[in-house]
């Protein structure tokens, strides 16, 4: 009795104190939608667009211009100054720069892979100008069904950032607050139960996670038309699992730290290999096979491929047996270290 | 604040004596709340309490007075649970920390000297989280009555003085409607009159029966709201008894402060002001002289006399009754507050 009264009573302090605190909304629900919408748009139609190429004013413009004209995958610029062509490339504002005369010359970037394309075209273009010709025949299918586009890929590892930042954000930051307020000292001298002062930090989570995934979701789906193959269910119990091993995470890295800089440094040397090595913006298939093992011990690449095989895959939550045991993993062996090494003065 | 059966024990003021200690036999029954017995708490090298001994009587209010690093909340957090001591055996309501943990703290109400409580929760939420963690206790509207924050109560704490802070503080500690409550420094940082409105919740208190243990390097506050006096520096008891037996154990009929005009106080030697008629013992503190008076108008006469044949001025003069502080004084050499 007294037990569920004091635990709802630490949830709603923690509840109410969280929608109190204006940048923590920004970062919980506006941020990741911000992120989503832009590199959703940037990354919209890449590898599609035309190569824009700088043709230098000279003896013979006329008939490279004529070349390029009936290439749609050309966008051509004409500078009367050699020199700011040149400053253009360097710039990358170009991806090459053609000077007319016999042969016309081009000078391009070999690294960048832009430039490599517009290279083939420009000479594409100028084969096809020179003989007459024709293309050889080949049938074309552009894919741009839903679920191959880049979104869609980057959607579900969004999500599962997100579920990591706030989680760890916002239980590591909150458990160094009362530390450093010596609030947790005094709740040491309450006959308070220790294990209703973490439940609470899990039961707000919760109840933050539950309006999270609602407004990221329906932003995913019905503004960027983020597919959903997959079942309700599974998708939930992915992100409770999720949400809970974070949670845990997150209590583990503030359960010694006395300061905010401490909490903000610790979350940070935690947070920064997953967010680059567990594939929210690029598979992390691109990495060395070797260390491919390793990846997929994190947390977050086991939530994320999850996420994906559910979202994209249409896969239901018993097909993802190896993720779930990991989260549930990190999840318990989290919580039981937290436990023994928890700083409670 | 206790209900009846849990009854009050007269004060027997006679028993407390300046010299042997609060209380000679060891609490037997309900009379005792808090038995401390040879406490010692080092931290490396340091020994922050140094064996201490005192017992607090239902009812009443203990004083911890002394200065700052004295081990004044050492002390009462040992007693409070929050920390084991190297040495010695505390008793708290007649059961052991090790013990009845839980029971100790569902019957006792804690104020800690630092606690800064979360800035936007308001009065009522804090209070009701507070109250969660008890079985039995007071109903909120009460406390939040006692501690006159009726009209601050749906206010978030950030808005609320430094003097409703610590209400509030103590607020939060009365919610278990406690039997004892513990109380280190308070009013450390008030104006006087906050000092006061908080003085008044503690009477309030204790008026309904409740004992308090507070610690404070105020003397005015141990003054008038200690029954028993303990007296700590470095970590050892100097004085203790109640408020008056420690400050007639001076032997002092008051205090004449006095400083001469354009002349070194040292122009005036220990001898001679020591022998004058009704003095005590003399001090010298910066351009003052403080003189322990037995009988003050003939000291005061005598000074006259000794002034003008040595042929100096008289700056300023002033007399008072013996205080905590001249005690602490003669007893140390030093105040218990810089200030
Ligand atoms: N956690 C600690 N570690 C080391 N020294 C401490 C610690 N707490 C207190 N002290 C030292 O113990 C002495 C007594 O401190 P304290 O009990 O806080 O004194 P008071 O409350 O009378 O000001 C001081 O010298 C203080 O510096
Ligand atoms: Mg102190």
């Known amino acids: 009795m007294t037990r569920l009264n004091e635990i709802r009573e630490l949830t709603r302090v923690r509840v109410v104190l969280f929608f109190r605190e204006p940048e923590a909304i ?15 748009f940037a990354f919209r139609s890449a590898g599609v667009e035309p190569s824009k190429v700088a043709v230098v004013q000279g003896e013979g413009i006329q008939r490279l211009l004529e070349a390029f004209q009936r290439d749609e995958d050309l966008d051509v610029e004409v500078y009367e100054d050699r020199q700011e062509a040149f400053d253009k490339l360097r710039k990358a504002a170009v991806d090459a720069l053609i000077e007319p005369g016999d042969p016309p010359r081009l000078a391009f970037d070999p690294d960048r892979a832009e430039a490599a394309t517009a290279r083939l075209r420009v000479q594409r273009a100028l084969t096809l100008a020179m003989d007459g010709g024709v293309d050889a025949p080949l049938g074309l299918e552009p894919v741009t069904e839903t679920g191959s586009r880049y979104v869609d890929f980057l959607f579900p590892g969004l999500l599962g950032m997100n579920l990591m930042g706030t989680g760890m954000w916002g239980i590591g930051f909150a458990i160094a607050d009362v530390r450093r307020r010596k609030f947790l000292k005094r709740l040491m001298v309450t006959p308070m139960r220790r294990s209703s002062f973490f439940l ?3 039961l707000s989570r919760l109840v933050f996670l539950f309006l999270e995934i609602v407004i990221l979701a329906s932003f995913g789906r019905w503004v960027l038309g983020v597919p959903f193959e997959g079942d309700l269910i599974s998708f939930s119990i992915v992100c409770l699992l999720g949400a809970i091993t974070f949670a845990g995470l997150g209590i583990l890295v503030a359960s010694r730290v006395r300061t905010i800089e401490g909490v903000s440094g610790l979350m940070n040397l935690v947070m920064m290999p997953m967010w680059l090595a567990s594939g929210v913006f690029f598979s992390y298939e691109r990495f060395p096979d070797a260390i491919h093992p390793v990846l997929r011990l994190l947390p977050l ?13 249409g896969e ?8 779930s045991a990991l989260l549930a993993g990190w999840c318990v062996l989290t919580f039981l270290v937290a436990l023994k090494i928890f700083r409670w003065e | 604040m206790r209900p009846a059966h849990r009854h009050v024990t007269p004060l027997r003021n006679d028993r407390v004596d300046a010299q ?18 040879g406490l010692v708490k080092r931290y490396g090298d340091l020994v922050a309490v140094d064996g201490i001994d005192f017992q607090v009587r239902r009812g009443t209010c203990l004083g911890v007075l002394g200065p700052n690093g004295a081990g004044k909340t050492t002390t009462i957090e040992i007693l409070e649970g929050l920390k084991t001591p190297d040495g010695g055996h505390v008793e708290v309501l007649g059961r052991s920390w090790s013990e009845s943990r839980r029971e100790i703290q569902e019957r006792i109400g804690v104020q800690l000297q630092e606690t800064e409580f979360q800035d936007k929760l308001t009065v009522l939420e804090l209070l009701r989280m507070f109250r969660s963690f008890y079985r039995e206790g007071s109903d909120i509207e009460e406390v939040v009555r006692t501690i006159g924050l009726l009209e601050k109560r749906r206010a978030q704490v950030k808005t609320l003085s430094g003097g409703q802070k610590q209400r509030l503080a103590v607020g939060c500690a009365l919610l278990s409607r406690p039997e004892i409550l513990f109380l280190d420094e308070p009013t450390s940082g008030l104006d006087p009159q906050a000092r006061r409105r908080l003085w008044e919740v503690i009477e309030t208190f204790k008026a309904g029966g409740g004992t308090v243990v507070l610690t404070s390097h105020h003397m005015e506050e141990a003054e008038r709201l200690a029954d028993d006096l303990i007296i700590i520096d470095h970590g050892r008891v100097i004085a203790r008894g109640s408020p008056k037996a420690i400050i007639a154990s001076l032997g002092a009929e008051s205090v004449v402060q006095f400083s001469l005009a354009g002349a070194d106080p040292r122009q005036l030697s220990d001898e001679e002001l020591r022998t004058l008629q009704g003095v005590r013992s003399a001090r010298y503190e910066g351009s003052e002289i403080s003189l322990s008076v037995v009988r003050t108008q003939a000291a005061i006469a005598g000074l006259f006399k000794l002034i003008e044949r040595r042929g100096l001025v008289l700056d300023d003069l002033h007399t008072h009754r013996p205080t905590l502080e001249d005690v602490f004084v003669s007893l140390t050499g030093k105040h218990l507050r810089d200030d």
Do not use: Y
């Not at chain 1, 920004?26 to 959703?40: C, E, K, Q, R, S």
């Open chain 2, 20 to 37: 042997t200690g609060i209380g000679s036999e060891i609490g037997n029954g309900d009379d005792v709340t808090v038995v401390a017995r």
């Open chain 1, 316 to 323: 239901s939550i018993w097909q993802q047996g190896p993720e």
């Open chain 1, 200 to 202: 609470s930090f899990i």
């Open chain 1, 301 to 313: 690449t086991g939530l994320i491929d999850a996420l994906r095989a559910i979202m994209i895959d």
């Open chain 1, 26 to 40: 920004f970062w919980v629900f506006i941020f990741p939608l911000v992120l989503a919408a832009v590199l959703g």
